[in-house]
DNA sequence: ACCTCTTGTTAGTTATAACTAACTAACATA
DNA sequence: TATGTTAGTTAGTTATAACTAACAAGAGGT
């Protein structure tokens, strides 16, 4: 249907077109077939494009990680204050996956899972960057007093990106009957309560 | 190899030789031909016990699940105090997850997401399940005064069952470099200890 | 010993996957 | 306007998937 294009642009839309079919019809079930029909072009154009077939889909990971990393940075440069940094981070991520609601399952695909090795250290490679990322608000949260001690930096951070794994799972299986985001920070404000150096008015009443 | 079984044993024989192939080579990309050169049969041999495949994935998640209820009201039953109980669910989970690894790419495979909505109800019903049972012992601890009333039940049953969706997904992603029951049991003392009624101390202090 | 049901086989069919070979039409530029 | 490059095509090939039809052999009851 649409006419010719140059091939910059064409890999962007074949990239494109896959995550979008990822989420609709699942990653492994994806064929270049229904790629090519969804964008009007014929099958063997696809390979035009991408040798192989894993070449299309670690194209389509570097994409994925090209924008969570520019959300990241956004999300940080937009707030000052430690507590706020860290929420915007964890609601990057979560509007992220909203947005790209094939992600938890390209996580577990064959694709990732067995085939690909590359596909996977890439994403090996972004959830430890996230990790790190929070690790590094969480000790500034810390070093300011707002963060209980006794909880190293290292599980807080675990505990804050397992909520983001759990709200996602639930929203996947549930057929995304919620909004990611809103119930995502919903239960971030619960679990940020609880690290929350309670012991602190403690100390202030007692001290 | 092995002799002609009846048609009981050689069912669950299927079921679980599907359960380990599928950890090896992936929910979706699992056929009947493999299942079959496992067993040390022939392919069609497989339809001569499940109609199609969509009912061969039926009954292993019923396995799954009988097996996890099982699981459940084994560690409910050996612990009596509600703190133990919260523990032994938890832990009977890990364990649960660590001896069928399959488990997690089967919640994001294909034949689940799209293909069999059968499947699909079954794996929310467990879900579902857990998260009551987590609910109920939750609030026994919150009754005895063990736990902050400030959270929800359903709230901390979330935060629970996402720490240990989230140590799974660590676990798979990284290769199963730890072992999950540990790792995940450290990071439920870790979270208990959060949701442990802190403010009572301080009360104790200044009351 | 024979009959019968059940569990298995072999030899297909049909569909769909990735990928290739050979050719064509649009574009850029000298 | 001629020419080389690039994005596209159609028509295959090869492999593998689920599933079927027709036939064979083992085990139990009479």
Redesign the pocket.
């Known amino acids: 249907m649409s ?6 642009e ?1 890999k962007a839309q074949i990239v494109a077109e896959v995550l979008r079919l990822a989420d609709e019809i699942g990653p492994d ?6 790629v ?1 029909r969804a964008i ?6 696809i ?3 991408f ?4 070449a299309l889909w670690l194209a389509v990971a570097e994409d994925i990680a090209d924008r969570l990393q520019r959300d990241w940075v956004a999300a940080e440069g937009g707030a000052s204050e430690p507590h706020a940094r860290l929420k915007a981070l964890i609601g990057a991520q979560l509007t992220a996956i909203s947005a790209t609601p094939a992600l938890p399952s390209i996580l577990f695909s064959r694709e990732l899972q067995v085939d690909n090795q590359a596909l996977r250290d890439v994403f090996r490679g972004l959830l430890g960057a996230f990790q790190s990322r929070l690790v590094a608000v969480i000790n500034d949260l810390q070093a300011a007093g707002d963060l209980k001690r006794d909880v190293s930096p290292e599980d807080a951070a675990i505990l804050l990106t397992s909520l983001v794994q759990g709200v996602a799972i639930r929203w996947t299986l549930g057929a995304r009957g919620f909004s990611l985001p809103q119930e995502g920070l919903r239960l971030f404000d619960v679990q940020l309560a609880l690290l929350n150096a309670q012991e602190d008015v403690c100390d202030e009443k007692t001290g």
């Open positions: 006419g010719r294009q140059s091939a910059e064409r079930r994806l064929s270049t077939t229904d090519a009007g072009l014929s099958q063997p154009a390979f035009r494009h040798p192989t077939k894993g």
